[in-house]
């Protein structure tokens, strides 16, 4: 029997669970929370839509790349500490970010912030996993997975209130009482455990991985704020794509690797990450986006904009709930299809979208995404835990969440890139025989165009403010029909994803051949299957001798 990682007994599950979901929820709210106050940003700091792109992005970058080595620490180190320790940093440059000058503060300030809540949900999950029996662990995770899927919306809910009252830095100085409240709680409430053998951090995977991630992005945003034809934007997503792909074979041949590549060899663990970053490419880039339609075209307050989205959390919440039943029932295969299908469907109906689409419309489409992205994130995240042996819970559950946060940082990247050029090809034509006097930056989003429209009403040119009606009607012509570039390249991915799904995830968690969803054979428990799933890792390491040599 391999022994169990070291773990103190818990005050109470209930109590614990509680606190690790509010610590879930306060750092994947920041992946959302600051779209709501993205056009006060451009406005008050002067920010350009890339820089914009970057407030979000840095954050979710380093919160998905440090997630690796945040594993490995929380092993190695305890789960409670490391938690404490990155929810502290995470506080504070949430704080500094609240009160940053420039964009470029923000940016640096909000990439601390992903430093610091990287640690959060392989640290979660994992304590999670020693701390209940393992016939609660699938219960308990579904509702970690609610929490973490309901946070796209209630991010924006939250910062709609605070925009109310408060200035854009609000919406970051609230997680400093949250965390203070909920970490005092945790030192007496959460059990302490760790990993009984210790791994070595491995430097050079991290290098890697956030050098491959950060260059990737870079070059995908830079190709929406230049053109794509442009050897510094394609320059830069290939050196991003070529430095990930040796980090792929520098961790094939360390002893003790940031992430266990070999992972992948398995369907459950691949097609189970691959079909949450698809789902999340999908949410986080598109809710980046419809704020910009319900602030600007709609003429929606920011709470009015929070309000339109609660019907993502009203359904990932029962979703997530209901999906591990559902898998259950019908497998794992079923319910991940289902729920990619329903945000598929949501995003067909937002590409319809017009200036005064009802809002029942809207909010049809946002419940469609909300089932679909609980439903994903319930289903995969115990199916890709399952595979994991306990010594690397922290470290799975890091790539787990790490490739997760990588989609919806390439959603917001190619989202946005793609939105960039479309929305500046098409405002072009109406914006250039008044610039001067407008801005030439007055091209780069609907953001920076109505901005220098409200100027330009004031500005006392009687020929250029009889034209600012005409003005704003092509800018809004221009992004609906950018908005609509963005949902057909969602729809796409999201139905590529469904075949590549409908042939790859498991049908079922057991049956009568072969290995199941979670490597385990029928009617075996959990930790046996976990034996089993390591079996076939150190099988797949006999046949392959340079698996593990450290260059």
Do not use: C
């Amino acid at each position: 029997m391999r022994p169990e990682p070291s773990v103190t007994a818990p005050r109470s599950t209930g109590l614990v669970l509680a606190l690790l979901g509010v610590f879930l929820m306060v750092v994947m709210m920041d992946n959302t929370i600051v779209n709501i106050a993205l056009r006060a940003i451009q406005e008050q700091l002067d920010a350009s839509n890339s820089q914009l792109q970057w407030a979000v992005d840095s954050y979710i970058l380093i919160y998905a790349a440090l997630m690796f080595p945040a594993g490995i620490l929380a092993d190695r180190y305890g789960r409670k500490r490391v938690l404490l320790i990155g929810l502290t940093v995470f506080a504070a440059a949430s704080a500094l970010s609240a009160f940053s000058h420039t964009p470029d503060q923000l940016i640096v300030w909000r990439a601390v912030m992903g430093l610091g809540g990287a640690v959060v949900p392989p640290a979660t999950l994992s304590i999670i996993r020693d701390t209940f029996p393992s016939d609660q662990q699938g219960r308990a995770m579904g509702i970690w997975s609610a929490i973490g899927g309901s946070s796209v919306a209630f991010g924006p809910l939250v910062g709609g209130l605070l925009l109310e009252r408060f200035w854009w830095g609000s919406v970051f100085l609230i997680n400093v009482p949250i965390v203070l409240l909920a970490g005092a709680l945790a030192m007496w409430a959460v059990p302490e455990s760790r990993a009984t053998t210790s791994r070595r951090l491995d430097l050079p995977g991290v290098v890697l991985s956030v050098a491959g991630a950060t260059t990737l992005v870079f070059g995908v945003i830079r190709g929406g704020e230049t053109t794509w034809r442009a050897w510094n934007t394609t320059g830069l997503v290939a050196a991003g794509l070529v430095i990930l792909a040796l980090f792929v074979l520098v961790e094939r041949r360390r002893a003790e690797p940031t992430i266990d590549v070999s992972l992948f060899r398995n369907r459950a663990f691949a097609s189970g990450t691959l079909s949450m970053a698809l789902a999340f490419f999908a949410i986080t880039g598109g809710t980046y986006l419809l704020v910009f339609y319900s602030l600007l075209v709609r003429g929606d307050s920011t709470l009015q904009f929070g309000l339109v989205l609660l019907p993502v959390a009203v359904g990932s919440i029962p979703a997530a709930l209901a999906a591990n039943a559902l898998t259950r029932a019908r497998g794992p295969r079923f319910t991940v299809l289902l729920g990619l299908g329903s945000l598929t469907a949501a995003f067909v109906i937002l590409y319809f979208l017009e200036p005064h689409t009802p809002l029942l419309v809207i909010e049809g489409a946002l419940l469609l995404a909300g089932l679909g992205i609980g439903s994903v994130m319930a289903t995969t995240t115990p199916l890709v835990m399952a595979v994991v042996e306990p010594q690397k819970a922290a470290a799975g559950a890091a790539a787990n969440s790490a490739i997760r946060q990588i989609g919806g940082a390439l959603g917001v990247a190619v989202l946005g890139s793609v939105y960039a050029t479309r929305y500046h090809s098409g405002v072009t034509g109406t914006l250039a025989p008044w610039t001067p006097p407008l801005p030439e930056q007055a091209q780069d989003s609907l953001g920076a165009t109505a901005t220098a429209l409200e100027s330009a009403a004031r500005s006392g040119n009687p020929g250029l403010v009889r034209a600012v009606p005409q003005l704003q009607d092509g800018a809004t012509h221009a992004f609906i029909n950018a908005l609509r570039s963005t949902s057909s390249v969602t729809v796409a991915v999201l139905l590529a994803g469904m075949v590549l799904g409908a042939f790859w995830l498991p049908a079922r968690t057991g049956g009568d051949t072969g290995r199941t969803a979670t490597g385990s054979r029928p009617g075996l428990p959990l930790q046996e299957a976990r034996d089993t799933a390591s079996a076939d890792r150190e099988g797949d390491r006999d046949r392959d001798p340079d698996r593990g040599r450290t260059p």
